[in-house]
């Protein structure tokens, strides 16, 4: 049997993760949520994960797609958010610099996902982002010194992050994720996923502007019409989309952000530079297979620019976009086949 030099310390075991704060996030989701139902639809109302949350669906039974819908979203929140102290994700970082932490194999997925998240935006998404993140007070307009953005990007870098099979290690102190970029939209998929298991034809699932649909509207359309919202008059479309599988994901900074010094900050960061971009992108829209895929890609487009935003779309098959700017919209090849022609 081989050993360990003497000189080799053998790995910490990984440590093991609280129980996340599930039954208090379901009574908060809980206490928002509402359901109706008109002309064969219902739909399910509530506030989950920082945003409004919708679920329009028909074929099953309301109170068990309430109660389903529900309990995943409340057990997905209290593991994945950040702003829970008892959180999975807080633990983690709250633990970074030790031994790590096992992990189940959703969370694997999950972080696996991360890791292709990092490799396709060439690291213009990262998940590990958070410390430069958490230098910008929007609510209080503070910009963050160079030295303070310096030694913020020492602890970022998602390959730095030790994954393996049940397991996670952030190994420097002061590392810290989020999931901010990729959370949402995964939440959206793994709902449209289990909307489909308890027998539902026809559903849209809406977690705060990022959407995807499962068959197709019970009112006879042959598709779903997206409205995309307009930068400048938010609340409103630009134009609508016509989407008959799939999703489709907005981004933009034209919400969250303040002025100072003559200048615009926006809450999207570049982590490469830890600074708000600054491109000219108003807003971009991407139409793709899952609202995972289409999310991440709209967030890069806002970070890359224009440019080489166009460029990205061109790229990957089976996704069309656009992009808003001031001097107009940028568009993929086919971007304008899935525009509505009516209002």
Known sequence: MSTLPPSVSPPAPPAVLRAAPVAEVLARIEASASLTAHAGTSELLFQAMGTRCRVSFAGASPV?????????????????SRFLPGSWISQINAGAGGPGFAIDPEATQLFALCSQLVFLTRGALDPSALPLVQLWDWKSARIPSEAEIESARQKVGWTHVQLAPGRIRLPRPGMAIDLGGVGKEYAVDQTIRLLATLGV??????????????????????????????????????????????????????????????????????????????????????????????????????????????????????????????????????????????V
Request: hydrophobic share 35%.
């Open 64 to 80: 068990q797609v309430r109660q389903a819908v529900l309990h995943w979203i409340a057990t997905f929140e209290a593991c994945y």
């Open 201 to 342: 034809p026809s559903a849209l699932v809406d977690y705060g502007a990022d959407i995807r649909v499962l068959g197709l509207p019970t009112d006879g359309r042959p598709a779903w019409k997206i409205g995309l919202e307009d930068p400048h008059q938010p609340g409103k479309p630009w134009t609508h989309v016509i989407i008959r599988d799939g999703a489709v994901a907005t981004s933009g900074d034209y919400i969250r952000g303040f002025s100072k010094e003559g200048r615009r900050f926006g809450h999207i960061l570049d982590p490469r530079t830890g600074r708000p971009v600054d491109n000219g992108v108003l807003a971009a829209s991407v139409l793709a297979p899952s609202c995972t895929q289409a999310g991440m890609l709209s967030t890069t487009l806002c970070i890359l620019g224009p440019e080489e935003g166009r460029r990205l779309l061109a790229a990957t098959p089976g996704v069309e976009g656009c992009i808003l700017t001031p001097q107009g919209p940028i568009t993929s090849a086919r971007f304008h086949e899935h525009v509505s022609k009516t």
